[in-house]
């Protein structure tokens, strides 16, 4: 017991030094990134261990100097995030994960915005049936890339009535 709760310790510090990489911390992906493939020796079908794991490789990627490099690890990291969701499809925190990077991959070389599209529907319809499911800000946040998924992936209409969404929802927000 006291081993499953040192590897949760070790597996939130992974989840803090992950954000920092996401807000630009090259180092802490990289330490990040070294804690969840241990991890991931130890766990290999924890959904979640995985998720993150994949995520550290596409900011691997992101801050990689050669350009093999940068599409290389972003590949993997993408195929990683895949496994996450089938080993758990029903996860918000993987969907958030992998709709979040693949709304943010150039579209001409990944072809993800239809996977962003996917995880963030799926958020939304959960969101529907709960509302508890979401908090607001994860609402906003959702509907915003929602849009910018449609627009990467070449349709302008649907991601103009999604912004529509997002615009009522922020005035019933304000009204309230």
Known sequence: ??????????????KTLHNKGVDGDK???VKANEMLLKLRET???NALIEAYYGSTL???GRDAVKILERVDKAEEG???????VSLDSNNKE???????????????????????????TFLLNHYKKNSNYLTSNQ????????????????KPDKANSVLQRLKQLELKQKKS
């Not at 017991?1 to 510090?13: I, K, N, P, V, W």
């Not at 993408?78 to 996450?84: E, I, P, Q, T």
């Not at 959702?142 to 070449?154: D, E, H, I, P, T």
């Open 78 to 84: 993408l195929d990683v995030l895949n496994r996450a």
């Open 94 to 120: 993987i969907r958030m994960l992998r709709g979040n990077i693949c709304v943010r991959l150039p579209e001409s070389f990944f072809q993800c915005s239809e996977t962003a599209i996917e995880d963030f």
């Open 43 to 45: 766990h290999p079908d």
């Open 139 to 154: 609402v906003r946040e959702v509907l915003r890339n929602l849009s910018q998924a449609y627009q990467n992936a070449g």
């Open 1 to 14: 017991m006291a081993d499953q709760s040192a590897h949760m310790e070790q597996f939130e510090e992974a």
């Open 27 to 29: 180092k802490a992906v």
């Open 58 to 60: 596409v900011l691997l």
